[in-house]
């Protein structure tokens, strides 16, 4: 059975840092293609980052663009996002993802596994 456990979100204020942690079980981890998505209240959930099933490519969206990082770390079976100058607009429940694609894939309709997901909210 497949699993992804996040755990890093919290409260920090506009222009802080936090790191996002997603532990995964259950099928060859290094095989998969995986992401972060979130989902705002009221909003639909989007892509926010993407990487490949062995680190050598990552992709994010405008939004996050040169403030996030996405990486992993196969051996641990798990993967990362690192956010720094966090803006208000970030606020959001945050959700690691897993595709049974090993390239890179950013619609939510590639990806096959769900994490329960984080609330992160920034303030001012």
């Known amino acids: 059975q497949v699993q992804l456990v996040e755990s890093g979100g919290g409260l920090v204020q506009a222009g802080g840092s936090l790191r996002l942690s997603c532990a995964a079980s259950?099928?060859?981890?290094?095989?998969?293609?995986m992401g972060w998505f979130r989902q705002a209240p009221g909003k639909e959930r989007e892509f926010v980052a993407a990487?490949?099933?062995?680190?050598?490519?990552?992709y994010y969206a405008d939004s996050v663009k040169g403030r996030f990082t996405i990486s992993r770390d196969n051996a641990k079976k798990s993967v990362y996002l690192q956010m720094n100058s966090l803006e208000l607009e970030d606020t959001a429940i945050y959700y690691c993802a897993r595709s049974h694609s090993p390239g890179i894939v950013t619609t939510r309709h590639d990806y096959n596994y769900w994490g329960q997901g984080t609330q992160v909210t920034v303030s001012s």
């Open positions: 259950g099928r060859t981890f290094s095989s998969d293609a």
């Open positions: 990487i490949n099933w062995s680190g050598s490519s990552t």
